[in-house]
């Protein structure tokens, strides 16, 4: 059924990737009333936040019911994972609305790393040499162990909040941690452990919008995951990310849509996931050819904060062909410009830090640039930190080196206590972009 003409939206999510969501639902012709659930000091900017945990089926449903909804947009993979699209369409009240997302089978190629990599063997899909460890075939497990060379990467299975992946160099120190996992360090979600090859190379991140038959290639990104500059310290949600990334040109992203989005694609329609969303295809580009990390089954954030600002299409009309498999007639329009995010956190994450500070500066108002919050909160009349990371200050210009330097103007201006951000957020590719 086709979305109405004024179509009432409500988003499920609380972090930047939302805040960028909101931004970009919010300037659709097609929308009545958009809603967010719970949202946080910021989306409220673009709708109305409501105090819902995206978890609680039941209280959704009656949500959209009372309000009227005619699209679910699910941000993050944990409602996926558990089911919401199958709750919404085994109910005879509520499964005429339209939920933004795959099933959970589809789900399952984020829900669980060991199903990924079946799905990608089957489907010939470029990735590394894996095997899963249990308790019972541990034994075996370090014999694969043995046959690699360092560093070893280990992960979790299941979701992990983001902290199920360890890269150790040291063999003895890999066969340890893989025993911890198994005794529950990431509690059930590693009860089976996805040993891989480490893959040499830079990373990227692809994004398909796809109705589970047809797809559209959205700008692709880089994000910046270690907490330090020049990419030291403890792995985090995301520190920053740019779009488009130089080293994936044309003839990278051929080799990327030939042999791995349109086998993935073709994949997911062969065994029937029922998938009608977004798929975010974690790369390294090994020497010029494209491997695939991990599959995520939702937009990444940062990612999402630089993707969204060059996406000059209705974003509803894009989601109406996604829901109805009419995608391939829809026209995604990106804008040739750059965008850049920068992340501002709170001092010690993304170990221990404290939260409830005020902010200050976010009234300011900057052509090309746009506050997203992550991780605040209204306070009384303030705005106040409530995460690790707290907002992705986002910019569009003709080029990496124009996009980040407004991004850190903006940023020099808000303030709060132990505010931390990289400076250095695509810095590798300024010299070729000056």
């Known amino acids: 059924m086709k979305l109405?003409?004024?179509?009432?939206?409500?988003?499920?999510?609380?972090?930047?990737?939302?805040?960028?969501?909101?931004?970009?639902?919010?300037?659709?012709?097609?929308?009545?009333?958009?809603?967010?659930?719970p949202g946080n000091g910021g989306t409220a900017t673009y709708g109305i936040n409501v105090d819902i945990d995206p978890l609680d089926f039941s209280v959704v449903k009656q949500f959209v019911l009372q309000n009227y909804i005619n699209l679910v947009v699910v941000g993050s993979e944990e409602p996926l994972v558990r089911g919401i699209k199958d709750y919404f369409k085994d109910d005879e009240e509520i499964r005429h609305i339209h939920i933004l997302g795959p099933s959970a089978a589809g789900a399952a190629l984020e829900g669980s790393k060991e199903l990924a990599k079946g799905f990608m063997m089957r489907h010939k899909i470029p990735t590394a040499r894996y095997f899963t460890a249990t308790k019972e075939n541990r034994a075996e497990a370090e014999e694969f162990l043995d046959s690699l060379t360092a560093p070893y990467v280990l992960k979790a299975n299941g979701l992990a909040a983001g902290k199920g992946v360890l890269i150790i160099n040291d063999l003895a120190e890999a066969k340890g941690a893989l025993q911890e996992m198994l005794d529950g360090k990431f509690g059930k979600a590693s009860a089976k452990v996805v040993i891989e090859e480490y893959l040499s190379g830079i990373e990227c991140s692809v994004f398909v919008a796809t109705d589970g038959k047809s797809y559209k290639i959205l700008p692709e990104a880089k994000d910046y995951k270690r907490i330090g500059e020049g990419d030291t310290g403890l792995n985090t949600g995301g520190m920053g990310a740019v779009s488009p990334v130089p080293f994936a040109d044309e003839v990278f992203m051929e080799k990327v849509r030939v042999r791995i989005i349109e086998p993935t694609i073709n994949g997911i329609a062969q065994e029937e996931l029922g998938y009608k969303g977004f798929v975010f295809i974690g790369l390294m580009n090994v020497d010029g050819e494209p491997k695939v990390i991990e599959y995520n089954v939702r937009m990444g954030d940062p990612e999402t904060e630089v993707v969204f600002a060059r996406i000059e299409s209705d974003i509803l009309d894009l989601f109406d062909g996604i829901v109805n498999v009419t995608l391939e007639e829809k026209e995604l329009k990106i804008s040739s410009k750059t965008a850049v995010t920068v992340m501002m956190v709170s001092g010690g994450y993304p170990d221990c830090y404290e939260k409830g500070f005020p902010i200050s500066g976010l009234s300011q108002q900057r052509e090309g640039s746009v506050i997203f919050h992550a991780g605040t909160a209204r306070k009384g009349s303030d705005i106040v930190t409530c995460g690790g990371r707290v907002l992705a200050v986002t910019s569009l210009a003709d080029s990496i080196a124009q996009a980040a330097e407004m991004s850190y103007c903006v940023i020099e201006n808000i303030d709060y206590q132990n505010k931390y951000y990289r400076k250095d957020i695509g810095g590798e590719f300024l010299a070729e972009n000056r």
């Open 4 to 37: 109405p003409a004024s179509t009432n939206v409500l988003l499920l999510g609380s972090g930047g990737r939302e805040s960028a969501f909101a931004w970009k639902i919010a300037q659709s012709e097609k929308l009545g009333r958009l809603f967010i659930a």
